[in-house]
């Protein structure tokens, strides 16, 4: 058996970011696993499935491929894009009308045929019915500024705001979603050592 695959490593420009400053990168197209809603994060039942549903099928499916190819790779972080129908009334102080779509990414070798035969499983051995609303398809981000967050996601306003500053600052505009990359295991570690990535496209 091989050794297993850090994709984090391979793909070190788009999951490792500087704190000090923003940098511009060209992401290119990948498969997520994906699964959309709306709603306050903070008390949306229907956020928290959403994960969980995620996270199974995407373990669900490294253990399949290690057992069927003799392939071994860690699983990616949580990923989410966040936006609401008027992107001027975005903000953090009103959740409620959040839309939302997270994601984990997929390495190349997995197929549509292994993601229906894991959703399955999910659904058949831990009853997840989030697991039904999971999609499989790429996602295609392209140029875009991003910088990394240092604490809890209550205090991301200035390192948002920082950011947005360099875009412009820099003759950019932006366009497509907000992008958040979830490096550190909330559930484990302090809220001010979590690190998460903000990214923006832009044109």
Known sequence: MGEKADYKKELKELYKAS???CSV???P???FLMIEGKGNPNESLEFQNAVEALFSVSYTLKFMIKKSASIDYGVMPLEGLWWCDDMGKFSVEDKDNWKWKLMIMQPSHITHENFLEAVEKVRREKKLNAADKISFATYDEGKAAQILHIGPFSEEGPTV???HTFILDNQYQMRGKHHEIYLSDTRR???ENWKTIIRQPIM
């Open 161 to 163: 705001q920082k950011l």
């Open 29 to 31: 197209a990948m498969r």
């Open 189 to 191: 570690g302090k809220a």
């Open 19 to 21: 704190s000090k400053a």
């Open 25 to 27: 990168i060209e992401v």
